[in-house]
Nanobody
Framework: QVQLEESGGGLVQTGDSLRLSCAAS????????MGWFRQTPTKEREFVAG????????SYGDAVKGRFTVSRDNTKNMMYLQMNSLKPEDTAVYYC???????????????????WGQGTQVTVSS
């Protein structure tokens, strides 16, 4: 089982930037599609960004396109989420997630990810 740990959350102001990190514990990280999701107390878990195990392809939720960038470093078992032009509606707990090894980068919804981190809080003040 992959263990995932997010870091980098915090309190920022509208328009600021923040970079989240996700550390994975297993060598199979390099064969897994990875994703970022977010959730608030009043909404279901929402897809934010995903990245292919090679890093050659990525996808984004409509709410963050053009502002967020996902990346990964397979030599370090790390994934990142660079968040720019943050808005109050980006406030949420952000989760790192992994798919089973070898699974394609399709249907990027929460039920299709098998491993999850504990989450990191991002709060954007207006």
């Amino acid at each position: 089982q992959v263990q995932l740990e997010e870091s980098g959350g915090g309190l920022v102001q509208t328009g600021d930037s923040l970079r989240l990190s996700c550390a994975a514990s297993l060598s199979s990280f390099g064969n897994r599609v990875m994703g970022w999701f977010r959730q608030t107390p009043t909404k279901e878990r929402e897809f934010v960004a995903g990245i292919h195990w090679t890093g050659s392809s990525s996808s984004y939720g409509d709410a963050v396109k053009g502002r967020f960038t996902v990346s990964r470093d397979n030599t370090k078992n790390m994934m990142y989420l660079q968040m720019n032009s943050l808005k109050p509606e980006d406030t949420a707990v952000y989760y790192c997630a992994a798919r089973e090894p070898g699974r394609a980068m399709i249907t990027m919804t929460a039920p299709n990810f098998s491993s999850w981190g504990q989450g990191t809080q991002v709060t954007v003040s207006s």
